[in-house]
């Protein structure tokens, strides 16, 4: 049996721990307001971006209205117009940042389409590469990333700032 040891994720089952129990932790982040720990790395007027703690590749952000709503068909007009101007814009700085060879950008919509936070509409916006699927998801059931979520806020906050 081969263990990969990941001792940096105590730090986030803690957090789950311990942070505020609600039925959903998008509006927790923007309640607690402290973006640096929540991963909000971009507030808009009716959407933010906030980082993915589970990223299938580094930069892998969703895009979440603050309206706590499950469909696009309950979504205002205007909040879904930001989400999409926020997910040119992140599509810009991807291809700033980290250079990818594609981008993905999906929705799953309730929890039989695969939704992990059913309740709570989000999009999610992600750099992709030729190669970035390798073996260890493959065999091993487990991602390797490059980067830490730490700098990966650090960049995309900075990019955001220009």
């Known amino acids: 049996m081969d263990y990969l040891w990941t001792p ?3 730090q986030y089952m803690a957090q789950v721990t311990e942070g505020p129990q609600s039925d ?12 640096e720990e929540t991963l ?6 009716k959407a933010f971006v906030i980082l993915n703690r589970f990223p299938y590749t580094c930069g892998h952000v969703m895009i979440v209205p603050y309206a706590h709503v499950a469909r696009i068909s309950e979504c205002e007009p205007g909040t879904l117009a ?17 250079k990818p060879d594609g981008i993905n ?7 039989a389409a ?19 699927s390798n073996f260890m ?20 906050k900075k990019a955001f700032r220009r």
């Open 24 to 35: 959903c932790f998008f509006c927790d982040a923007v309640k607690l307001n402290r973006d």
């Open 40 to 45: 909000i790395v971009n507030r808009g007027k």
């Open 114 to 132: 695969g939704a992990g936070v059913a309740g709570h509409l989000h999009l999610h916006v992600l750099p992709r590469w030729f190669g970035d």
């Open 137 to 156: 998801t493959v065999t091993g059931e487990t991602r390797v990333l490059p980067e830490e979520l730490g700098t990966t806020y650090e960049r995309l």
């Open 8 to 10: 940096w994720r105590s």
């Open 82 to 98: 930001e989400m999409m101007e926020l997910a040119q814009k992140v599509e810009g700085l991807f291809h700033g940042e980290y």
């Open 105 to 111: 950008l999906g929705m799953n919509l309730g929890r």
